[in-house]
């Protein structure tokens, strides 16, 4: 029987734990892996490309034990990109890596230490990631765990697994729309919003992004962007006459307490997997905001992962 292939990056870098847990993760379960992900940290790059200068891409089997992988078992393949997740994402489809790989059957990209909801959607690389793949017709995920502290990623991986054992059962070995060969004349369609969601992630017009808390118990919620609000981001750090240095970063963070969000629903202490358009307002091959809000119930996945 076909095993899905899946292609891993993410914006933390090759040798992130979060990475390394979720590869040791997904080949413990039996999927074939291609990763191919940054050689160094590169958050917040949102899909930012490497247009000016040369690309260096080099093998790294010497992360397997890193990943703590031996050489038995399904089939694996590293690479590391001198560029950003989205630069990985077009190495690994448009012709960067060597032939004799399969092609990728989705996409995911994480674990992100540290979480992904609301504003952040619009700065992470990890959702750059997933959005670049799902741009070339590419079903993707992006997964990230609610903490920059924790060094403990299991939580997180049990529910990437479940998540991607669950998409397995509705995308098929073969992506259908990789390269998106007819532009924008193959629209996602359906007679129900179940029927229409399942041909757009088969075909890259949405795309999921899960939160999991640390604490973790195994509840999923389907929900939609929270609003998330950074205040005092910016600190003066050395001043002198005509120059000065900042830095970025949020003193403290506040939350509305929005029904159905995902920061809501992951201070809750339940996963939250929200279903998110790729293209913007107005692109032929969006998806409405109209329907994604009925993919949005308290508890459980998305209606149409079922």
């Known amino acids: 029987m076909l095993q899905h292939t899946i292609l891993i990056t993410n914006d933390d870098g090759v040798e992130a734990q ?7 993760g997904l080949h413990d379960a039996g999927y074939p892996l291609i990763i191919c992900a940054p050689d160094r940290e590169r958050s917040a790059s949102t899909m930012h490309l490497t247009l000016h200068k040369l690309l260096r891409l080099r093998e790294r089997n010497d992360l397997l034990s890193r990943y703590g992988i031996d050489d038995t078992g399904s089939p694996i393949w590293i690479f590391d990109v001198s560029g950003y997740p989205a630069d990985c994402i077009l190495s690994a489809i448009g012709g960067g890596l060597p032939d004799h790989l399969p092609k990728p059957s989705l996409c995911i990209s994480g674990i992100n230490r540290g979480p992904n909801m609301s504003v952040d959607v619009l700065h992470s690389g990890t959702i750059g990631g997933a959005r670049q793949a799902a741009t070339a017709g590419l079903p993707a995920i992006s997964t990230s765990l609610d903490s920059f502290e924790s060094a403990d990623f299991q939580v997180a991986v049990e529910a ?7 998409l397995c059962n509705i995308i098929p070995v073969e992506p259908s729309n990789l390269g998106r060969v007819h532009g924008s004349s193959l629209k996602s369609n359906g007679d129900s919003d179940s029927d229409l969601l399942r041909t757009a992630i088969n075909y890259g017009d949405v795309f999921l992004n899960l939160n999991v808390p640390v604490d973790w118990a195994g509840g999923f919620s389907s929900t939609h962007l929270g609003g998330r609000w950074y205040r005092e981001h910016i600190r003066i750090v050395d001043q002198k006459e005509g120059e000065w240095m900042i830095k970025l970063g949020s003193e403290h963070i506040e939350d509305d307490p929005l029904e159905h969000s995902d920061t ?8 939250s997997v929200s279903t998110l358009g790729t293209w913007p307002q107005g692109h032929p091959l969006s998806v409405s905001d109209e329907v994604l809000s009925r993919t949005i119930t308290a508890d459980g996945l998305p209606e149409w992962l079922l």
């Open 160 to 166: 990437t697994l479940e998540l991607v054992g669950r």
């Open 18 to 24: 979060g990475l390394a847990e979720l590869v040791k």
């Open 264 to 271: 809501l629903c992951v201070s809750l202490g339940r996963a």
